[in-house]
């Protein structure tokens, strides 16, 4: 009986002591001796309202009957933070300062160490890759790892973006998962740097899209073919923490699609239809919840998500094409059911205005060029349709489609008025006026981002002056001619992708064998390729002068157009300055002076390689004010570029360049930025 008694004291004392531990761990002093990751709020929601597979077999595999797949991430070797983005880690309540100072940040940040709370785990999806069905796809380098509720003090803004006030948190890097295929599941660290900048600079230019809170890197590497030339080298691996309401996307509904007619292949939970309504009724319930408490009918209510996700998608490729942005690669696993920009990967920002513009160095056929991105994400949309049918019927999705068009160019008219400063009135030559400054840009192969920053600067007629004053049109002249491309530049981009014996090949096969020409070829890329060979051969035979004179008289003709719309702007108004003041004021908050090119990234990417990341953090600072005009914006380059830039050493982006200069971020790109590839 003593022994047992003595055994209750011992039990209950320890009792009492365990207890007085989760109170002082439970203590507000206790608490703010935590780690800041500690401290986070996860409530994991998406696991809980989705079907989870919880097999942790090794390798790739097919997954059936489940949107997420639990997995474990890998450890990176030795990590070692690269930057952070104050804004986005405020949105889950992480103060930077603290991050940066936090001794285990970069493991918790690349999901080398799991955080209290998270819940590790790969999102299936399927998609259509460059048009062709693929099956099944998935997270094969990302990890959810959970969803951290919002800080109580997060402002009303952001969350009429994100009513579930949950931010979900993502790794991308952090090692295999089920859906990995034949990859390792890393990312090194030249992709993670673009991805990292180019997410908070379109946050920053005011676009829809995922947000990147830190990059981290390592001394884990892996080898990587970048070209796909046979020049493999060994890479830095990185990890990038993503964050956003929700990753879902189009291709998240296609893991339910029957065999494709062409490629034969079917999403891995294809029959799985009442998966389907449970994963459309937590979408439109989570992240769209205006739209599920108004409507008591399931078909109308389903009609009306989708007219919301295709008027987020019509602003936001609108938004693209103002900017000059390229995604690179709109497969429908890339679009987001939010509207959001996802999955940055050979992305670019046009420096000549081009139509045609490809950014993407494996995209052969040119499927998602710049002009092609309207009509592919309408593509895209019709694709969803399909995903929700019979949740959706074909006939309440054929007319919400045709709405697509209408506010894509809405949107996108109403911004280039800002842009051009039109803003008290909206004439019927308005598109005519931003078609033929197109045009313009195209043809003297002006810069598209300084070209619309320097139109702020060009006057109006005032009171008694003509439109076609010589004076004034001779000042905006010069002003745009700034921006125009040399001969040689011309030339360069006039240049066939294809070789010239591939061109001729392909030319006599359509005059001699139409059948076979279509079943190898696209008619359109040919046409295109023969008028870029005209234009070379016109440029061949051009001198710098003649091209000078040409530019010359093609932007005095804009400019002359533009003057007499902008006289139309002022008429009946009594206070022409504050007209003109107010003008200004929205055309430079709309026109940004400074963006993420290819050159700037590049400059970035090569720095970190080295083990400086000042760059990366620099060039982070600049684009999240792209509006200002900042001094001082030359590259303080630490350490020059190595001569074996032109082997790819720099990654993704190759450059045939060795030391240069340092040139402004918010100047035209250097001549070596022609040469940098992105796959």
Known sequence: ??????????????????????????????????????????????????????????????????????????????????????????????????????????????????????????HC?????????????????ACYLGEVEAPDDQSPELLRENPSRRWEVQVKGSGPTPYSRQADGRKVLRSSVREFLCSEALFALGLPTTRAGS???????????????????????????????????????????????????????????????????????????EIHASHTDVVERNAAFFREVTRRTARLVAQWQCVGFCHGVLNTDNMSILGLTLDYGPFGFMDRFD????????????????????????????????????NLPSERAGPLLDEYFPLYNAFYLGTMRRKLGLLRKEEPEDETLITNLLQTMHNTGADFTNTFRSLSQILGPVQGEAADDTEALERATELLLDQCASLEEMRASSRPSMHPRELAMLVSMAQSNPALFHVLS?????????????????????????????????????????RQRLAHEYEGGSDVQGTWEERVRVMDSTNPCVVLRNYIAQNAIEAAEKGDFSEVQRVLKVLEKPFCVQRGLERERSAQRDEGAGQGEAGEERSDTGSHAPVPYDSKPPAWASELCVT
């Open 215 to 289: 990059i981290v890197t390592s001394d884990t590497h892996v080898m990587r073919d970048v070209f796909y030339d046979g020049n493999a080298r060994m890479e830095r691996c990185a990890a990038v923490l993503r964050i956003a309401p929700t990753f879902i996307r189009f291709g998240s509904f296609e893991i339910f699609k029957q065999a494709d007619a062409v490629t034969g292949r079917q999403g891995p939970s294809c029959g799985c239809d009442e998966i389907r309504t449970q994963m459309l009724d937590y979408v439109v319930e989570t992240f769209f919840p």
């Open 522 to 562: 696209d008619r359109a890329m040919l046409t295109q390729q023969l008028e870029k060979l005209s234009r070379l051969q016109e440029l061949m035979e051009t001198t710098e002068e003649e091209l000078r004179r040409q530019q010359r008289e093609n932007w005095s003709s804009w400019i002359r157009q533009y």
């Open 125 to 141: 999806y399927s998609g259509y890759q460059f048009g062709q069905f693929a099956g099944q796809l998935g997270d094969g380098a």
């Open 355 to 390: 139509p045609d513009f490809v950014c993407n160095a494996s995209d052969n056929s040119g499927r998602y060029k710049y002009r092609a991105q309207p009509e592919i994400c309408h593509w895209n949309l019709a694709r969803l349709a399909e995903a929700l049918s019979p």
């Open 1 to 122: 009986m003593a022994g047992g008694g003595v055994r209750r004291r011992v039990l209950y004392s320890n009792t009492l002591l365990f207890r007085s531990f989760l109170c002082v761990m439970d203590s507000p002093g206790f608490a703010r001796r935590r780690s800041s990751f500690e401290r986070l709020r996860f409530n994991n929601v998406a696991l809980r309202r989705l079907p989870v597979d919880e097999s942790h077999a090794p390798g790739a595999r097919p997954v059936r009957g489940a949107c997420f797949s639990r997995v474990t991430p890998q450890p990176l070797e030795r990590p070692q933070l690269v930057a952070v983005s104050s804004a986005a880690l405020a949105l889950l309540g992480l103060d930077a300062r603290e991050v940066v100072g936090e001794p285990l940040g970069p493991e918790y940040l690349s999901g080398s160490r799991v955080m209290p709370g998270s819940q590790p785990a790969a």
